[in-house]
C-alpha cells in the first residue's frame, strides 16, 4: 500500500462552515503534494464595503459569517474606535467580552460537540452519536443554548446580532435580565468541566508538529475582545503593525489569501496557539481542568484541539459567570463617535482564530478603503503541513479511512471556509 | 423506526452559513427532528450524503457562479419542495450590491490575481433560476419559522409566515414607534414582520434585513425620512444593504440615488 502511486479524492468536506476541496498526490510511498482548495465563491467585503458609512461596518462584515458574526463586529468596532481615536469606557468593554463569551459558548459547542467529536466515535454526525451517547449530544446542545441565549440576552439575536454599534451598544440590557443568565451558566460551567473530561479520554493521533503561534495577548488575562499581537517567536505588535509583517498571497486553487509571516513563515492562529501563549491568564478552574486533561503548557497535537476548546469553552463560561454577578449597566450605551479622515485597525479573538480589519475613512466617516483577514486564510498554509504530515504518517490506512482521517484533520482548525473565502471536496492521487 | 420518513437536504450556495446555522441553534429540536425526518444531506453537519431525490430541499445563498446556475437545477429536479432560506437565497443578499457597479470592478479590490477568480457579475436569489415553493426571508432567517415551514411541509399545509410589516410586531410587544417619537430613521414600516421587532426594541431604527412586506409604499417611507432631515445617500443605503437587490428596494435606492445627485447638481 506505501508503495507505488496512489490517488484519493475527498470531494466536498463536511462539518466545516463552506466549500472547499482536497488533494493529496502520492509517489512511492511519499506524499508529493497537498492542496487545500477552496471555491467557496467571492463575496468580495473589502469592495462593497467601499463607499459605506464607518457606522455600517459592524453589521455589514458580520455577514461574512453566521457562526462567528460576533468576532466581525468587534473587530469593526476596534478597527473604527481606532481610527477615530474614541476611548470606551469599562463596563461597555465587560459587556462586549460577555457577549462574545456568548459567541464562544456557542460556537465551541457546536464545534466540540457537532462537528469534530462525531470523528472521534466513527460516527457520521451528531445525530448517530446521539445513538451511542445521547446524555453527551444533549449537554452539548445545552451548552450551545446557553451560548445563544448570551448572545440573545445581550446582542438581542444569535445570528448576526443587532444591538452592537461603533462605540458600544444600542441599549445595554437590564440588569434583571442579565442576573436571569446567572442559572443557566452556572449548569453550562459544569456541563463544561464535564465537556474536557469527556474529549481528554479520546483517542488521539500522536501528531507533533512544531507550530509558529500567533494571537491576541492582554497582561493578567485570557485576551478575547482585545489586546496586543504577540507571537511565540516574540512578535508583540500592534494589530496594524501586524497586518504590515503579514504577507497575503493569492493562490490559484483558492478564493482564500495565504497569509505569511515576513520571510514566509506559516503560523497557526486560534485555540492553540492562545492556549501557548496565555494559558498562564486562565482561571484556575480551567487551569485544573487542563492540567487533569493532560495538556502541559503547550499543545502542539492538532487533534487535540478538541481538548483545548473543551477547556476554553469552561473559561468563558466562568468569565461570562464573572461579568454577569458584577454588572453595572454602563453610564452611556456608547462613546460619542466623531468621524475624521484616518486610518484604523483592529483585532479581536474570533472562536477560531484572530480575526483582523483595517479600514481607511474620510472626514465624514465613509470607507475608503477596508481590509478583512480571517483566520482560516491566516492558517491555510500550516493546515496543508499539517495534511503533509498526517498522509505521510497514516499511509498504511485504506483509503476511505484516509480521507476520513484527512477530513478529520482539517476539522481540527474548526476552518471557517465561509470567512476565508467554505468545503472539502478531497483527491488523492497515489503514483 | 419507520423507513419511510420523509427526506430533508440542505444545500448551500454564496452565502455566510447564518441560515443553515439556524437549523442546528433548534437545540430543544434537532434530535427530535432527526427523527421525524430523514437528513438525507446537510455538510454542515453530517459527512453522510444519501443521494436524491428530496421531499424537502432547503437551500440557502444566492447564484453567483456559472457552476452555481447549473447546479441549482439539479437539486430542482431531485427535490419534491424547495424552499430558500435568507435573504441570500431569497433576494440576493448583501453580496448582491455587485449588481450595482460595473462587472469586475470589486475583484481587483480583494484579489491579486482577478484572472483565478471565475464568478458571475451578479449575484442573483434561486427563483431567478428556478421555481421555488417557499421562499423563508431574514438576515437571518428566525429559527421559529424555520420550524414552522418544516412542520408545515411535513404536514401537507401552507406555512404561517405572515406578509405583513414590523410595525405590527412593535405593537404587538408594546415598543414605541422610533420614527414618530424620535424621528429616528427606521425602515420598519416596509420590511417584512418575523424578527419579532428586534431593533426598535433595543431603541435602534429596523435596518431591512428581512427584506420588503407584501404591500410597501417606500416612497412614502423615503419622503418622511429626508423631510425629517436624513440626507438622499443615507436613505438610499437604507434601501441598499442586505435585501438591496430585492425589487421595491432596488427601485427605492435608486431614485434616493438619483435625487442625491440632483440635489448635488
Known sequence: MTHGSR????????????????????????????ALEIFEPPRYFEGLLVGRSYAEAPD????????????????????????????????????????????????????????????FFGCADAVELAELDSAAVR???????????????????????????VGGFYSPPEPEAVVALR???????????????????????????????LGLSEPG????????????????????????????EHVMRSTALHARLDGDVAYLTGPLARYALNGRSLSPLARDAARDAGLGDVCSNPFKSIVVRAVELLYACE??????????????????????????????????GTLYQEYELDAEGTILAARLMPPTSQNQATIEADLRRVVQASLELDDDDLRWRCEQTVRNYDPCISCAAHFLDFSMERR | MSTTRPSLAVFKFTSCDGCQLSLLDCEDELLELARAVRIAKFAQMSRALVEGPY??????????????AERVKEIRASSRQLVTIGACASAGGIQALRNFVPAGSYTGVVYAHPEYISSLATSTPISSHVDVDFELHGCPIDRHQLLEVITALLAGRRPVVRGYSVCQECKARGTVCLLVARGTACMGPVTRAGCGGLCPAVGRGCFGCFGPADTVNTGSLAARLRRDGMQARDVARLFKTFNAAAPEFRVQSAAEEAAGEEGRG
Open chain 1, 319 to 352: 468569565e461570562a459567570l464573572a461579568i454577569v454577578e458584577s454588572y453595572e449597566v454602563p453610564a452611556t450605551p456608547a462613546a460619542v463617535i466623531e468621524p475624521r479622515a484616518s486610518r484604523g485597525a483592529g483585532a479581536t479573538e474570533a472562536p477560531r
Open chain 1, 139 to 165: 449537554r452539548g446542545l445545552d451548552l450551545k443554548k446557553t451560548g445563544n441565549l448570551l448572545m440573545e440576552t445581550v446582542g438581542g439575536r444569535a445570528v448576526h446580532p443587532v444591538n452592537v454599534r
Open chain 2, 55 to 68: 421531499d424537502i430541499a432547503l437551500v440557502e445563498g444566492s447564484v453567483t457562479t456559472a457552476r452555481d
Open chain 1, 221 to 248: 488575562r485570557y485576551a478575547i475582545e482585545r489586546g496586543r499581537v504577540r507571537s511565540s517567536t516574540g512578535l508583540d505588535l500592534t494589530p496594524g503593525e501586524l497586518l504590515h509583517t503579514v504577507v497575503e
Open chain 1, 183 to 213: 442559572d443557566p451558566l452556572r449548569r453550562a460551567r459544569d456541563a463544561a468541566w464535564e465537556t474536557v473530561e469527556w474529549v481528554s479520554g479520546f483517542d488521539f493521533p500522536e501528531v507533533e508538529a512544531g507550530y509558529v503561534f
Open chain 1, 7 to 34: 490517488s484519493i479524492a475527498v470531494e466536498g468536506l463536511a462539518r466545516v462552515e463552506g466549500e472547499g476541496s482536497l488533494r493529496v498526490v502520492v509517489e512511492d510511498g511519499l506524499v508529493r503534494d497537498v
Open chain 1, 60 to 119: 455589514i462584515t458580520a455577514r461574512v459569517c453566521g457562526i462567528c458574526p460576533v468576532a466581525y463586529q468587534m473587530s469593526a468596532c476596534a478597527a473604527m474606535e481606532d481610527a477615530f481615536g474614541v476611548t470606551v469606557g469599562e463596563r461597555i468593554w465587560a459587556l462586549r467580552r460577555l457577549l462574545y463569551c456568548g459567541e464562544w459558548i456557542q460556537s465551541h459547542a457546536l464545534h466540540v460537540y457537532l462537528l469534530h467529536a462525531p470523528d
